[in-house]
């Protein structure tokens, strides 16, 4: 029950008596806990009043005198107060009282006094006994920095039709997908036209030392064995429109298929 302290300080129970023995306990939350043990004394009991009946008196004396023993004989007993039963001191009742003290928190455990120190100690300052962090290491600009590639190769695989031009942005194309990205920097570029065969891919060249070289399947190759063919007719298939340059900075490259249609491009480039 939500109580505010004034009702704990001046409130009241009011209970209905049902036996001798009545327990008053309450307990609060904080941990205080009170109780009250209630014996009253049972209630007064009298004995009931024993009834007297009148006898007759005789008239005549001799009678009278007679009859006296025997009329004392007959006399009812003396009628008796009755004695009450010994009453049993209420013990007194013990009121609540709330203060605003708290339980006390108990006390942490004494620690022992330090063993006494030993012949001769010498006493070193604080900054000496204190770890020495070792200040991190910076390495030379020219190891932290990422190289960068000297050369490269774009991989293109779409369908590009006769006249179709296929502009490349970066790593993105505008038709088809692409393997590899342009390098953004100054580079010689170098356009192959080539397509898919039983043995791998065949990269047809103006080259003639090239021809008949291959290149082991790799990352620079999307993991397909290379052929060099030379053939002067179809290595011209593929115009250069846009070559990479300081206006579109070294991140653009536009090629147009001039012969019949194409299927994969393979761009080679270095860097100057």
């Known amino acids: 029950?939500?109580?505010?302290?004034?009702?704990?300080?001046?409130?009241?129970?009011?209970?209905?008596?049902?036996?001798?023995?009545?327990?008053?306990?309450?307990?609060?939350?904080?941990g205080m806990e009170e109780?009250?043990?209630?014996?009253?004394p049972p209630g007064r009991r009298t004995r009931p009043l024993p009834v007297v009946t009148p006898q007759p008196v005789?008239?005549?004396?001799?009678?009278?005198?007679?009859?006296e023993p025997s009329e004392r004989k007959n006399e009812p007993d003396t009628v008796r107060e009755p004695v009450p039963e010994p009453v049993q001191e209420r013990k007194a009742l013990k009121a609540f009282v709330l203060t605003g003290e708290t339980r006390p928190a108990a006390h942490a455990p004494a620690l022992p006094d330090p063993p006494p120190a030993v012949g001769s100690v010498v006493r070193l300052p604080?900054?000496?006994?204190?770890?020495?962090?070792?200040?991190?290491?910076?390495?030379?600009a020219h190891l932290t920095a990422p190289r960068k590639p000297k050369s490269g190769r774009l991989i293109w695989t779409g369908s590009l039709s006769r006249h179709g031009?296929?502009?490349?942005?970066?790593?993105?194309v505008t038709v088809g997908s692409v393997l590899g990205a342009l390098p953004g920097v100054p580079a010689k570029i170098s356009v192959y036209p080539a397509e898919f065969k039983d043995e791998g891919l065949v990269v047809y060249m103006t080259d003639a030392s090239r021809h008949n070289r291959t290149e082991t399947p790799g990352p620079l190759t999307g993991w397909n064995r290379l052929f060099f063919v030379w053939d002067p007719e179809r290595g011209k298939q593929i115009t250069n429109l846009e070559?990479?340059?300081?206006?579109?900075?070294?991140?653009?490259?536009?090629?147009?298929?001039?012969?019949?249609?194409?299927?994969?491009?393979?761009?080679?480039?270095?860097?100057?």
Request: proline fraction near 7%; charged fraction near 15%.
């Open 1 to 30: 029950m939500p109580l505010t302290t004034e009702q704990l300080r001046v409130g009241s129970l009011t209970y209905a008596q049902q036996s001798d023995v009545v327990d008053v306990s309450m307990k609060l939350q904080t």
């Open 35 to 40: 109780a009250v043990h209630l014996v009253s």
């Open 58 to 67: 005789s008239t005549q004396p001799e009678l009278a005198q007679q009859s």
């Open 126 to 140: 604080l900054l000496a006994s204190a770890p020495k962090v070792p200040l991190p290491m910076i390495a030379p």
């Open 165 to 172: 031009v296929v502009e490349f942005e970066g790593s993105t």
């Open 243 to 272: 070559a990479p340059n300081a206006s579109n900075q070294f991140a653009r490259l536009a090629l147009r298929n001039d012969r019949r249609s194409c299927s994969v491009i393979v761009v080679d480039w270095s860097a100057e």
